[in-house]
């Protein structure tokens, strides 16, 4: 477990997260594999530790793109807000990785090499499980809720199935649109694929 990661989610969680509830979810999270789980098994992040790195990612890309729309004395969405929206947008992530190994060929030899399998212990989507799993503890704003239900954007399988309500989200809330932006960055200009 990389410390520094850590230190960082906590010190991020502890001086934004306020909220009746926020001591019972850092507990889930502190007792889960949030900090030594991937962010994904083949794409962005896809190491031991990656999934709290791509989520600090996340809350400074939205942090950044928030001022850079609206200013830095901005009221349009709150720290407190931000600071749920990314570190916890993939908290769905918890529980879901297993660590196995695949067979490869160095130098002419069959090596095992660690990789991650999906063990999906309760398939209730991608980002609605996250909105599933928050709520258990804290209670969420409706913008909130919607910026991480819909932070995969055209990626959701809701939307890749034929279902229109990505776009009116983001009509309706021009905070998801700028979150799913964020995401994106941070997966593609900040991370990449573990060698």
Partial sequence: MDMITKDEFLQIYNENIKREGADKLL?????????????SSRFHSNFEGGLAKHSINVYKRFKQNIENEFGKDQKVISEESI?????LHDICKTYYYKQDFRNVKVDGNWVQKPIFNVDDKLPYGHSEKSVYIISGYIKLSREEAMIINWHMGGFDARVLGGSYS??????????ATIFHI???????LDENVAE
């Fill in 83 to 87: 600071a749920i929206c990314g570190l």
């Fill in 27 to 39: 507990e889930y999270i502190l007792n889960s594999d949030y900090f030594t789980a991937p962010a």
């Fill in 166 to 175: 990505l776009s009116q989200a983001f009509y309706m809330y021009p905070t």
């Fill in 182 to 188: 964020s995401d994106i960055q941070a997966t593609y």
